[in-house]
């Protein structure tokens, strides 16, 4: 009996040492994670969609016409930026403006009434199916979720939006007040234009 405590003790100990490491490694990895958030996390009031998609790769940063004080999180998408708002005919600002208010650069941002990506644009399924326009559904001619997931898509979608925005109603202030919330009317369009105005 004496031998088998001999064998058995040791053994016993060295379990239990190693479910301690073991431990301290989980734990230490858990801190390490939740102290360096990623920096795309949007600043308020939009979600992180968990839809299992790998990462995208996003265009480069470099010769970026946006200026500087446009924080990384969305100078990584100046060259699509650019790209669609020479296709569109609009100041590349004005999009870089529109999506930190919207996104914050998160390509899989979603929001509580449903908008998804970069440029929170209504999508014709999800949350967004619910909201009916004179008896029909208000944006079934919209792309689907999984298409605004995509970040360049997202980007030339909403570039387009706005673009049709400013001709329809004659300046960028009644195009941003269109496209921002209902609710908020020109409050959220004062607020984009504060954003083009300060990151200049």
């Known amino acids: 009996m004496v031998r088998v405590q001999k064998v ?3 053994c016993v100990i060295v379990a239990a040492l190693a479910v301690i490491t073991l431990t301290n490694m989980i734990s230490h990895a858990g801190v390490v994670q939740a102290s360096n958030p990623p920096a795309n996390t949007p600043e308020s009031g939009v979600e992180v969609a968990n839809n299992g998609l790998p990462a995208q790769s996003s265009p480069s940063q470099s010769n970026c016409s946006l200026p500087a004080r446009y924080p990384d999180r969305i100078r990584q998408w100046c060259d699509w930026i650019e790209k669609y708002a020479g296709q569109y005919s609009l100041d590349p600002r004005l999009i870089a403006a529109v999506m930190l208010q919207e996104s914050g650069g998160t390509a899989n941002a979603y929001s509580t009434s449903g908008a998804v990506g970069l440029m ?6 999800g949350l967004a199916a619910s909201f009916s326009c004179s008896g029909k559904p208000c ?3 919209r792309p689907s979720m999984a298409e605004l997931l995509d970040p360049e ?3 030339s979608y909403g ?38 105005n300060n990151y200049n």
């Open 153 to 155: 898509f997202n980007i």
């Open 139 to 141: 944006f079934s001619s």
């Open 159 to 196: 570039a387009r939006m706005l673009a049709g925005l400013i001709e329809k109603y004659g300046s960028v202030r009644n195009a941003l007040k269109a496209y921002g919330p209902m609710d908020l009317l020109y409050s959220y369009a004062d607020t984009v234009l504060s954003i083009l």
């Open 120 to 125: 929170q644009v209504m999508p014709r399924d």
């Open 8 to 10: 058995i003790f040791p």
